[in-house]
C-alpha cells in the first residue's frame, strides 16, 4: 500500500499530466489582419529615445529634487552624470566617503535657503490677495472669488465632480493644467482632494468658476508633492462641468 502522502502526490501528478493533454480544437476562426505599424525616421528614433527617459524621470522624484534644490545647469548636468554612472554600473572616480557631513550639509543649506525664499513669496502673495477686498476667506483660512456662480444645485462633500482646471504656484508658475489634457474636464470625489478643494468647489454650480487661493495646511502640506514644493500657497481657477453620483 502507498503512502498516503505519495498516494496524494501520484493523484496530483496524473491531474497535471491530464490538464497538459491537447483538447480538440474549436471552429477554425480567420484572426483580424495584424494592423501596419509605421516606421519612424531616425530623428522620430531620437526622439523615442528621449520620450522614455523623460516617461520614467518624470515618474521619480527627480523633478522634486531639481524643485527644493533650484539646480543650476552645470549642477543639472553633474546630476545626471551620476545617474548615468548608476545606469551603466559604473562606480564614481571619487570615494563618497570624503564627502560625508560636508555633501549632507550643502544640500541641506540649500534646501533652507530655498525655504526661507520661498516662505517669503508665499506671506507676500496671501498678504496681497488678503488687501483685496473682492476676495472672501472662510474660517479654514481659504481665499476665494467667485467669477460665475452657476447653477442652484450644488455639489457636496460626497460628490463626484468633473472639472477644468489650473492650478500655479505664487511664483506663476502653472504645474498641473486641463489645458494641457485637451482641456477634458477631470472627474474625482470631492472627499479624496486637498481640503481646501473640498470646501471652494461647493461654493459653486455647474457651469461656475471660482478661483481658489489654498495656504499650505489646506492643500499639500510641509512635504509638497511632485513639482509642488512644500509648504506652497496655490492659487486654483476651476470650473465645475457636471455633479456625479457620490462613487
Known amino acids: 500500500m502507498k503512502h498516503p502522502v505519495l498516494a496524494a502526490l501520484a493523484v496530483a501528478v496524473a491531474s497535471l499530466h491530464a490538464a497538459d493533454e491537447p483538447k480538440a480544437a474549436p471552429a477554425a476562426v480567420t484572426p483580424?489582419?495584424?494592423?501596419?505599424?509605421?516606421t519612424l525616421t531616425p530623428d522620430q528614433v531620437k526622439q523615442a529615445w528621449t520620450m522614455l527617459g523623460y516617461s520614467i524621470a518624470s515618474q521619480s522624484p527627480m523633478p522634486q529634487v531639481n524643485s527644493q534644490l533650484e539646480l543650476t545647469d552645470e549642477e543639472l548636468d553633474l546630476f545626471l552624470a551620476g545617474v548615468r554612472q548608476a545606469m551603466r554600473g559604473d562606480k564614481p572616480k571619487f570615494d563618497p566617503a570624503e564627502l560625508g557631513e560636508g555633501a549632507d550639509a550643502l544640500f541641506q543649506g540649500r534646501v533652507n535657503a530655498k525655504a526661507g525664499k520661498w516662505g517669503k513669496q508665499n506671506d507676500e502673495f496671501l498678504a496681497k490677495?488678503?488687501?483685496?477686498?473682492?476676495?472672501?476667506?472662510?474660517?479654514?483660512?481659504?481665499?476665494?472669488?467667485?467669477?460665475?456662480?452657476?447653477?442652484?444645485?450644488?455639489p457636496t462633500a460626497a460628490s463626484t465632480v468633473k472639472c477644468r482646471?489650473?492650478?500655479?504656484?505664487?511664483?506663476?508658475?502653472?504645474?498641473?493644467?486641463t489645458k494641457n489634457r485637451n482641456n477634458e474636464p477631470s472627474e474625482f470625489p470631492l472627499s479624496g482632494v486637498i481640503p481646501a478643494w473640498t470646501e471652494g468647489v461647493q461654493l459653486i454650480g455647474v457651469g461656475g468658476k471660482i478661483v481658489?487661493?489654498?495656504?499650505?495646511?489646506?492643500?499639500?502640506?510641509?512635504?509638497?508633492?511632485?513639482?509642488?514644493?512644500?509648504?506652497?500657497?496655490l492659487e486654483f481657477e476651476v470650473e465645475l462641468v457636471e455633479i456625479s453620483k457620490a462613487k
Open 212 to 233: 481658489l487661493y489654498c495656504p499650505s495646511a489646506i492643500a499639500y502640506g510641509e512635504q509638497g508633492q511632485g513639482p509642488i514644493p512644500g509648504k506652497s500657497v
Open 32 to 38: 483580424p489582419p495584424a494592423p501596419k505599424v509605421k
Open 165 to 177: 482646471y489650473e492650478g500655479k504656484l505664487v511664483d506663476g508658475k502653472v504645474f498641473d493644467s
Open 129 to 154: 490677495i488678503d488687501a483685496d477686498k473682492s476676495v472672501t476667506k472662510t474660517a479654514s483660512g481659504l481665499r476665494y472669488k467667485i467669477l460665475a456662480p452657476g447653477s442652484d444645485v450644488k
